[in-house]
Nanobody, 124 residues
C-alpha cells in the first residue's frame, strides 16, 4: 500500500522556520518525483517545490519559495523534507506531499499519490 504521511506543521511567527517531513512507503522513492503543494483556505493547490529522484535530484521551486524553501529527498530512509525559512503570513496553508512515477513538475495533474497534509500557520 502506498502511503505518504506529512508532519512538522504548526504555528510559527513571521520570520521563523519550519521543516516539514513526508514519510513515504509502498514504493521506491528513488524512482519517483516528489512535490510539495500547499492550499490556503478558498484557494487551489499551489505547487511549491519538487524534486526528481530519477534525474539525480533536480529541483524546481515556485517563485514564492525560491531562496526561502529547500526540498530534500533521503531515499535511503524514504523521507522527503521541505525546509522553510523566513516564513511569512501568506505562507499559511495546508501543505501536502505527492509522488509521481512519470515526470515531475509544480502542477498537480501528473502526481499519482498524495498525503493528507499538515497545517502551517504563520502569525504576523
Amino acid at each position: 500500500e502506498v502511503r505518504l504521511v506529512e508532519s512538522g506543521g504548526g504555528l510559527v511567527q513571521a520570520g521563523g522556520s519550519l521543516t516539514l517531513s513526508c514519510a513515504t512507503s509502498g514504493f521506491i522513492l528513488g524512482d519517483y518525483g516528489v512535490g510539495w503543494f500547499r492550499r490556503a483556505p478558498g484557494e487551489e493547490h499551489e505547487g511549491i517545490a519538487c524534486i526528481s529522484n530519477s534525474l539525480g535530484g533536480e529541483t524546481l521551486y515556485a517563485d514564492s519559495a525560491k531562496r526561502r524553501f529547500t526540498i530534500h529527498s533521503d531515499n535511503a530512509n524514504n523521507m522527503v523534507y521541505l525546509q522553510m525559512n523566513n516564513l511569512k503570513p501568506e505562507d499559511t496553508a495546508d501543505y501536502c506531499c505527492a509522488a509521481a512515477l512519470s515526470g515531475w513538475s509544480l502542477g498537480t495533474d501528473e502526481y499519482d499519490y498524495w498525503g493528507q497534509g499538515t497545517r502551517v500557520t504563520v502569525s504576523s
